[in-house]
């Protein structure tokens, strides 16, 4: 399967906890993205990477999350200090970088709840 | 604020209609839109990609058609069947927001046999 993938597929952690998703994206694609989904809304944008640079924050994205791409290959996305609101779907896609390209193809997502 | 709309929020039919499925957004100034579809509980799957420059794309019983200037796109979905039940989104990329997409907040679709 050359599509991309997200690990784990469902986390559920007690409130205060860290926990830490990773997303590996199609082999060829340079940009990485990831996105946060309620129940019923559609995604909200949080991060963006371009190879191993972090290009793009959204205001939603507190301190208590961070996210690395160390070598323009996988992601992971770390949330510390959970809280019951950061219950959601958290997805990640990638794109190549040429223009006209830029065509997001998204994972399964990981779905986190906070207890 | 740059916004996408989708309307309506749920759509029933019954099996072999023709449906239409609208997608309104506050800023024509747009790179791309592109429309989704995500089964409960899944990930999206990407069903169309419209650039700027383009009108319209097709792909199998799937239309979807780009108005920058009114700030509509519409996707058409021909001879419904019930595998089409899903939730379908549109999202856009604005040209100055990088290259991120602002999605809508879905059209959940129901096609009864």
């Known amino acids: 399967d050359t599509g991309v993938s997200q690990n784990p597929r469902h986390k559920i952690t007690k409130r205060g906890q860290n926990v830490t998703f990773r997303c590996d994206p199609i082999s060829e694609h340079n940009r990485l993205y990831w996105y946060r989904q309620t129940l019923g809304q559609g995604p909200e944008f949080l991060t963006y990477f371009q190879n191993e640079a972090q290009l793009e924050k959204s205001r939603l994205l507190s301190d208590r999350f961070s996210a690395e791409r160390p070598k323009g290959s996988f992601s992971t996305l770390e949330i510390q200090r959970t809280e019951q609101g950061d219950s959601a779907m958290y997805l990640c896609a990638s794109s190549r970088l040429a223009p006209g390209s830029n065509e997001q193809f998204f994972g399964p997502g990981t779905r986190l709840t906070v207890l | 604020k740059q916004e996408v709309t989708q309307i309506p929020a749920a759509l029933s039919v019954p099996e072999g209609e023709n449906l239409v499925l609208n997608c309104s957004f506050t800023d024509s100034a747009i790179y791309n839109l592109q429309w989704f579809r995500q089964d409960p509980g899944k990930g999206l799957t990407s069903l169309l990609l419209i650039q700027s420059s383009q009108r319209e794309q097709t792909s199998g019983r799937l239309n979807a058609s780009l108005d920058k200037s009114s700030g509509r796109s519409t996707l058409y979905i021909a001879a419904s069947q019930p595998g089409d039940s899903a939730t379908y989104l549109c999202?856009?990329?604005?040209?100055?927001?990088?290259?991120?997409?602002?999605f809508g907040g879905g059209t959940r679709l129901m096609v009864k046999p």
């Open positions: 999202a856009v990329v604005f040209n100055n927001a990088g290259n991120m997409l602002t």
